[in-house]
């Protein structure tokens, strides 16, 4: 009798604590799911889609955000990205979770969340390759084919497949050249798949801060660059440690997610020894035309790819203890788009300025104000010189300490240069030039691309 008791206490209190159910979503399942979630949070989501796959699947993005579908300005716009490689699930699911989570904890007052939900805006594109996903799933979990369903429908490797704007930004370093904002090729589209092209135009209408890559088949949180400069080739493999200006930013945002995942920092994992559970991407094997290095370097947004699971489908038993270890980091990750500096760019009218450039002495990388004259830059704590510049004003140029917690407001208020617009007080816009002396190299280098791997990531 007791025995019997206990089942059932045991029932209900899993029904209880379990209120999300742990279970591989196939498309229509993802699209349900979401909107269920809308349902049940009208007042804080949305559900929009930013294009169409190959087979014409859409790629739905939910908006969690106190005004879903407006920018407010100087609330940051973060996102995340599962599913990339349709045979890699977990990101997946996990952001299916995370909604869910943020939606019911929300509404059961938690603080925290509504914190988050009060100053950021967060959109969540759960399967950036549905049709991919459909052919992985078609095989299930725990398969011995290792590679299904990675690519497109095309076969293309989608997170091979974004302009390569690193040749460009190694050749500014060098001889000189805008440091961000690279302009893309024009005949870019033509160059992509429609899911990257989707994500491109994404990523240009959103003035994006903060992102993450979700992706598996290892254990780690991978910053930019992926692509190496000098793409040493040991084996068939290229390596090489390729900071970015921003090094010890991306360094920190990837331990804060290792370090508040279950095991991540532990640095062993699926065979591989990673220490602090990060690393830099090219230093681990370089790659060519990924996302996170094109976020960087032609949009404001800090991107970093995080590998999951060292299995790539792991079976529905798993999901549960995954998300057990992924929630606080997916939380954390969420919560650093709130450091650094931050402000509004006006004119003596008070006019917001959008695309105004905002520089950190000592950091070789711009950003640039959004179309609501708000700006981002996330900084470590530290004292920084930094510069607003736009096209026919002066520039000004203000100190500022960064501490720990909330970001620093640094407002910028320009005056009209009294001289006619020099071109050294320019917003650096000279790309276009540039590009076209560059690209025969760009073509060249194409040569030392890596092919794919297995073990990849990303
Ligand atoms: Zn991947």
Not at 184 to 200: C, F, M, R
Not at 220 to 237: C, I, M, Q
Not at 273 to 282: E, L, R, V
Not at 326 to 331: D, H, K, S
Request: charged share 20%; with cysteine.
């Amino acid at each position: 009798m007791s025995e019997l008791f206990s089942v059932f206490l045991h029932l209900l209190l899993f029904e209880l604590v379990a209120p999300v159910t742990f279970r591989h979503h196939r498309y229509d399942d993802l699209v349900r799911t979401l909107y269920k979630v809308h349902n049940e949070c009208p007042q804080i989501t949305r559900v929009y889609s930013v294009g169409r796959s190959v087979q014409g699947r859409h790629l739905y993005v939910l908006e969690i955000s106190d005004y879903p579908g407006i920018h407010e300005p100087l609330e940051p716009e973060v996102k995340y990205v599962g599913n990339m490689h349709g045979n890699e699930v977990l990101g997946r699911e996990l952001l299916l979770q995370l909604s869910e989570f943020l939606c019911e904890e929300f509404r059961n007052g938690n603080q925290r969340v509504a914190r988050l939900v009060q100053d950021t805006r967060i959109h969540i594109l759960p399967s950036m390759n549905p049709d991919g996903y459909e052919v992985a799933a078609t095989q299930g979990p725990n398969s011995s084919g290792y590679l299904v369903g990675r690519n497109n429908a095309n076969g293309v490797d989608l997170n091979r497949n974004f302009p390569d704007l690193n040749t460009y930004i190694y050749y500014n370093e060098k001889y000189g050249g805008p440091n961000h904002h690279l302009p893309l090729p024009d005949n870019w589209k033509s160059q992509v798949e429609p899911e990257t092209q989707a994500v491109i135009q994404w990523m240009r209408s959103f003035n994006f801060v903060l992102s993450a890559n979700l992706h598996g088949g290892a254990v780690v949180a991978n910053y930019p660059y992926d692509k190496s400069l000098e793409h040493r080739v040991r084996g068939f493999r290229s390596t090489a440690n390729s900071p970015t200006p921003d090094d010890k930013l991306f360094q920190k945002l990837a331990k804060v997610y290792s370090y508040a995942h279950g095991w991540m920092h532990q640095g062993w994992n699926c065979g591989d020894y990673f220490p602090d559970g990060i690393t830099n991407g090219a230093s681990w094997y370089s790659l060519s035309k990924g996302m996170q290095d094109f976020n960087y370097l032609h949009t404001n947004c800090f991107e970093i790819t995080l590998e999951l699971s060292c299995n790539k489908f792991p079976g529905q038993e798993e999901l549960q203890r995954e998300w057990l270890g992924n929630r606080e980091a997916l939380i954390q990750f969420l919560e650093q788009v709130h450091h650094g500096i931050k402000g509004m760019v006006l004119d003596e009218n008070y006019n917001n300025l959008a695309g105004a450039v905002i520089s950190v002495s000592g950091i070789n990388h711009d950003v640039t104000s959004g179309d609501h004259g708000d700006y981002f830059r996330l900084l470590l704590p530290g004292t920084y010189i930094v510069t607003a510049t736009a096209p026919g004003f002066d520039p000004e140029t203000v100190s500022v300490t960064v501490g720990p917690g909330e970001p620093i407001l640094v407002n910028f208020h320009l005056k009209r240069s009294m001289a006619p617009a020099s071109p050294v007080r320019r917003a650096p816009s000279g790309g276009r030039r540039l590009r076209a002396k560059v690209q025969p190299r760009a073509a060249r280098k194409k040569g030392t691309e890596m092919k794919q791997t297995p073990r990849g990531p990303a």
